[in-house]
């Protein structure tokens, strides 16, 4: 469901499989054009949206030489909207796994951020949209000081007055099936004091159960890798922890000497850990029928519709899903920002911000109990034996690398 005639228009960049534009959507903005230069999230995009300009040069740092507010038909500062979430994996916390670190503001992916500001500087759009994950906005490594200083030329040049703020919210607060944190910075052209919305399900969260419980998927994934098979000896809601000094099953492994999300299972009474969008075999989180989540099921628990439909091989499905912006929250931001601008005409607004947002899903009043946990195979038994804890403080696979505390 959609609003019946768009009261804002937006430019998307860094579009993706078009979870961001499909909320603010929702939210009653109508998309005028998606930068995006990966060929498997165009494909999404053209086949939900063949409406949507998408040109065939979509490199953000790029743009700005060629597209021009007079290109979609506007004068500069018609715009209502820049929306888009650059290049998470320089600020990306899983980055600290890997031997080079996040290289933030150093990594020639990162750059494209300054494309994006080339192009609010072309528009002068009515707001600024900015998501990403927590490192692009706190840290030594963020792009915040970037963002101010290029702010700050933009306002100087044109006597306009964008002011950032943000704040890292976590999208389960907000309905999405999913713990999920995200920075979001909003500036408004003329100053306005920004409001980023409450949180609307502090304590009560649209859960998993209440993400899949009606979906029957005719081919289920199969678990693969070595240590698949030791899923029906985890809990629900637990991972390899459980087969841990400290845990409650066998010791087969190190306390927190594996990644959080080693043998990670759902909890039907919970919302989902983050979705990664690469998962190797032993990468959760697995369903609670101790098997990976199915393409359809990541995209309930992303928040998208079902009708939204995604192309190409599983493994390019599930990249494309696990990196897109979880559509109901883009909702929920796109609903409080045209509530501030007071965008549309009032009986327009007041008919959209009177209907609960559209991609929220119910909670179910019961939850089916946990199925019984299983010994562990005898294949692994050979593992059972006392193991090191980490030396550390848990905290990465180095004590100079500094990740999320999980456990």
């Known amino acids: 469901m959609r609003a019946r ?3 804002g228009r937006v430019l998307s960049l860094f579009s993706g ?21 990966d060929s498997d999230a165009q494909a999404v995009l053209r086949a939900n949206r063949p409406s949507w300009w998408l040109p065939a040069n979509g490199d953000v740092a790029a743009a700005a030489s060629w597209l021009a507010p007079e290109v979609l038909g506007l004068k500069r500062g ?14 990306s916390k899983a980055a600290q796994w890997n031997r080079a670190a996040r290289a933030g503001m150093r990594d020639p992916r990162a750059q494209t ?16 949209l900015i998501e990403n994950v927590s490192g692009f906005l706190q840290g030594k490594e963020s792009a915040v000081d970037v963002v101010m200083e290029r702010l700050d030329e933009i306002n100087r040049k044109n006597k306009t007055d964008y002011s950032l703020s ?23 052209r003329e100053g306005q004091a920004v409001q980023l919305p409450r949180p609307t399900h502090l304590g009560k969260p649209v859960r998993a159960w209440d993400a899949l419980w009606d979906l029957n998927e005719d ?17 629900e809601g637990s991972n390899y922890l459980h087969h841990t000094a400290r845990g409650d099953g066998e010791e087969l492994f190190g306390w927190r000497t594996r990644y959080w999300s080693f043998l990670l299972k759902l909890a039907k009474d919970r919302p989902s850990w983050t979705l990664p969008a690469s998962p190797g075999p032993s990468t959760g989180p697995f369903h609670w029928e101790n098997r990976p989540l199915s393409v359809r099921e990541q995209a309930r628990l992303q928040s998208f519709p079902d009708a939204w439909r995604f192309s190409g091989v599983e493994r390019v499905q599930r990249r494309v899903v696990g990196n897109a912006t979880p559509p109901l929250l883009a909702e929920v931001l796109g609903r409080s920002i045209v509530a501030q601008l007071e965008l549309g005409d009032g009986e327009e607004r007041e008919q959209l911000m009177s209907r609960r947002p559209t991609l929220l899903r119910p909670r ?20 059972i034996g006392t193991k090191d804890a980490h030396p550390g403080h848990g905290r990465g696979p180095s004590p100079r690398m500094v990740v999320e505390e999980v456990a």
């Open 364 to 383: 179910r009043r019961l939850i089916p109990s946990q199925d019984p946990v299983l010994a562990v195979p005898d294949v692994y038994r050979e593992h």
């Open 113 to 128: 951020i300054h494309g994006m500001f080339d192009l609010i500087d072309a528009f002068l759009p009515k707001a600024v």
């Open 219 to 235: 081919k289920k994934p199969e678990p693969s890798g070595y240590w698949s098979g030791l899923l029906p000896s985890i809990p």
């Open 166 to 188: 943000w704040q890292i919210v976590d999208s389960a607060d907000y309905g999405v099936p999913q713990h999920r944190q995200r920075a979001i910075a909003i500036a408004y």
């Open 17 to 37: 499989a078009g979870g961001l534009d499909l909320g603010l959507e929702r939210a009653g903005l109508a998309t005028v054009a998606c930068l995006e230069t």
């Open 78 to 91: 018609d715009l209502d909207l820049i929306a888009g979430g650059p290049p998470c994996q320089p600020f």
């Open 5 to 7: 005639r768009p009261i």
